[in-house]
């Protein structure tokens, strides 16, 4: 038997909330990648942001935000989710495997002073384990999205954790993270 619509509906809700109330908690590391960000562009850098699945799709969106406006008319912004380009993400993962398909475009893409946000429910994921791997080891400061585990902030310089372990609610808070980081970023670059 399965619960009412509305019970579902309310408990769902609560949880969303309740998820939101303890990312708010984490409003200074929200403010550090967003500072982070900032300063690379400031400098003639960029942000290299990737995931999977959902994730990817958080990625591009923040990518699309940066790139485009968020809320605010000004220049563009240097940003690149490195899952949207299929011919890269195809020919990488049929020559060296999917496990590579991140590492080897920040081998290729990345520069020491560039930012890469790095965005995963798990924080297992193999590839993005790699990309931040190699990240890090190209110089890149390094952040991680992640969910309550996973050792994606074992390779980051910066980690927020969203406090849940129901995948949904980790992707919800990550997506307003992200429009957080983003508008921070934005004030910094209006004129």
Known sequence: MTRPSRELVHETLTEHIEVLKLLASQADTI???ATAISRAISSGHKLLVFGNGGSAAD???MAA???GR???TRAGLPAIALSSNVASVTAISNDYGYCEVFARQIEALGQVG???VAITTSGRSENVLLGLKAARSTGLVTVALTGDA???IDHADIQLRVASKRTARVQEAHVTAIHCICELVEQDFVR
Do not use: M, N
Request: a negative charge; glycine letters at 6%.
């Open 114 to 116: 560039d930012v890469a």
């Open 150 to 152: 996973g050792l994606a």
């Open 70 to 72: 968020f809320e605010q």
């Open 31 to 33: 403010i550090q990648i």
């Open 65 to 67: 935000e940066l790139v």
């Open 59 to 61: 990625a591009e969106h």
